[in-house]
């Protein structure tokens, strides 16, 4: 069983709908939790970076973390076709010394015109 | 603020060949994380350095090596190409401190064949 669970999509969805992205995981020591949007032929680009549990909010973008369930979101509000891309959530626990970080899959989303 | 950066972007190899690449970390940076992504992937961390020592690494053998300078650059060697390290090799430099998180470059795209 791997540490971090994401559904690989492809996810399409019409501009302007409410797209939601999520990640299962099974490390009870995480507690960073970091959303990574990643374009073709592109390295990931940090959105939303959270710390333990609860909700955070940025523009369209809201992450919430719940580590009861060991599961975390992303929500993308008032979608546009800029937003098609991989999504790659990412998490890493908050002692060992190092910055180990691990990440899902990606979900590949595509917003219609 | 200058980005990371990474060069080059792409390079085909030969099997048992050896291969070199380069990262300039973010301005202020002083950490920097080297991670491998297979086409439809996540992210697997290789290894970090830190004040030019290796202080943390994934499960990669140890013909993955590296060089991180005085002024925070780094560099990916791999020896003894095989087949399976055709992929994207990101550099990812970072701030010391388990709050500080990830800003990657673009990537190299590496070809084994």
């Given amino acids: 069983q791997k540490e971090v669970e994401q559904d690989p999509g492809p996810l399409s969805v019409p501009e302007g709908a409410i797209v939601s992205l999520n990640c299962t995981y099974s490390n009870s020591a995480f507690q960073y939790f970091m959303w990574y949007r990643q374009y073709s032929r592109k390295g990931p680009e940090l959105l939303m970076y959270t710390y333990s549990s609860g909700n955070k909010e940025d523009g369209r973008f809201t992450a919430q973390v719940d580590k009861s369930s060991k599961y975390i979101s992303l929500f993308i509000r008032d979608s546009q ?3 098609s891309a991989t999504y790659l959530c990412a998490m890493r626990p908050a002692s060992g010394g ?11 989303l595509q917003v219609i015109p | 603020e200058t980005g990371v950066t990474q060069s080059p972007t792409h390079l085909i190899k030969t099997r048992g060949q050896q291969v070199t690449l380069r990262c300039s970390s973010q301005s202020g940076h002083n950490t920097v994380s080297w991670y491998q992504q297979a086409l439809g992937q996540g992210p697997q961390f290789i290894f970090q350095y830190y004040r030019e020592e290796e202080n943390g690494r994934g499960n990669f053998p140890p013909r993955f090596s590296g060089l991180q300078f005085p002024n925070y650059s780094s560099e990916l060697n791999v020896n003894a190409l095989e087949l399976d390290d055709s992929a994207l090799y990101l550099c990812a430099s970072s701030l010391e401190g388990q709050s500080s998180p990830l800003h990657f470059g673009n990537g190299t795209r590496l070809t084994v064949t």
């Fill in chain 1, 81 to 83: 076709p800029s937003d």
């Fill in chain 1, 98 to 108: 190092y910055q180990k970080v691990t990440f899902g899959t990606g979900t590949k």
